[in-house]
């Protein structure tokens, strides 16, 4: 049995923060914290300097994953967008994630060109379609211990009660999770909490009324997982942006000095001593 089916089957709430590099996965593993989340929006942002519009391909993505799964020993859940492409791109992307490790995926309803759940402008496949889509993704991983969620960005189009219909009835079709997207508020959040009644996710983006919510809160209403998705992202681009400001004014990082990891620090961050200790042992004498 996987780390991640152990988790949920252990019936604690299991906190995703979400990295959109290797590096924050490892800082996501060395804050003490049960899965990391690879989020297409950072991957996107991080890799190309882009918005979150589909602009990411699949070997992309999937090179993202495989590197973020190296750096960490936690369960790595990956955002795997629509599957890239027809059906056939579907099974490729399921085989691929699982070949790389990846502990588990998700698989959303829109249209393409897809775009990030928080947008306007998003668009719906049919859910019977999905529903097709999603048994072949079922299919897909049916060899291998990863884990399937199937999202639905239907809240923003539609509102809670088609979001609602879709997170059941995608449930139906053997995946192990589902995923309403583009929650803002604390009421959508319950409403779901309340009307889905299999294990699910929620996704708490910083900004919006959801953001006051408690890991308890979430635990309470009955949410199996919770990504974190934009929190180290927004946090390390204001950061940097501030320490870039100091330095173009006053010509050194005097100011923000507190802010910054020592070179020691960073080093333990990036696990240097590992490699001091292996090299130490079998190197050259």
Known sequence: MSILKELLNAGRLIQAPGASDALTARLVEQAGFPAVYMTGFGATATTLGMPDLGLMTQTEMLDHARRMVRATALPVIADADTGYGGINNLLRTVEDYAQVGVAAIHLEDQTLPKRCGQLSGVQLVEAEAQVRTLKGAVRARAWSEMLLIART????????????????????????????????????????????????????????????LTATDISQMGFDIVFYALSTLLAAARASASVLDALRINGNTMAVAEDLATYGDFMKMVGLHRYHDFEKEFGQA
């Open 153 to 212: 960005d239907a809240l923003g189009v539609h509102g809670v009660e088609e979001a609602v219909r879709r997170a059941n009835l995608y449930a139906e079709t053997g995946v192990d999770l589902v995923f309403v997207d583009g929650v803002k508020t604390i009421a959508q959040a319950e409403a779901i909490a309340r009307q889905v009644p299999g294990r699910k996710v929620l996704s708490i983006v910083d900004g919006n009324e959801t953001q006051k």
